[in-house]
């Protein structure tokens, strides 16, 4: 059963930073786009970032513009999400999904999830 694994997320003060990993197995990572998504309390699930498999194309949400950076590690089966500059608003789930079709920026896209970290910026 393929799973994905958010590790990396907790709290930090405004204007810090975190580093998010998502580790797969059981899937073939490096023929998936990997995308980021985030959910806040009583809000829909919103685009983050993804990183195509083909050419490693990246796409940002504009809110995450320059504070933000998805990586990915083919030989650790990794992406990663580099956090910079932490808002309060950043607050909320983050979720890691694999894609191998669609538009990457809505979930529907995504075959496979992960269960989420935390994310709690405070003031």
């Known amino acids: 059963q393929v799973q994905l694994v958010e590790s990396g997320g907790g709290l930090v003060q405004a204007g810090g930073s975190l580093r998010l990993s998502c580790a797969a197995s059981l899937i073939t990572f490096s023929s998936y786009t990997m995308g980021w998504f985030r959910q806040a309390p009583g809000k829909e699930r919103d685009f983050v970032a993804a990183i195509t498999w083909s050419d490693y194309s990246i796409y940002y949400a504009d809110s995450v513009k320059g504070r933000f950076t998805i990586s990915r590690d083919n030989t650790k089966n990794t992406v990663y999400l580099q956090m910079n500059s932490l808002k309060l608003e950043d607050t909320a789930v983050y979720y890691c999904?694999?894609?191998?079709?669609?538009?990457?920026?809505?979930?529907?896209?995504?075959?496979?999830w992960g269960q989420g970290t935390q994310v709690t910026v405070s003031s």
């Open positions: 999904a694999a894609s191998r079709y669609g538009n990457h920026y809505y979930p529907r896209s995504y075959a496979y």
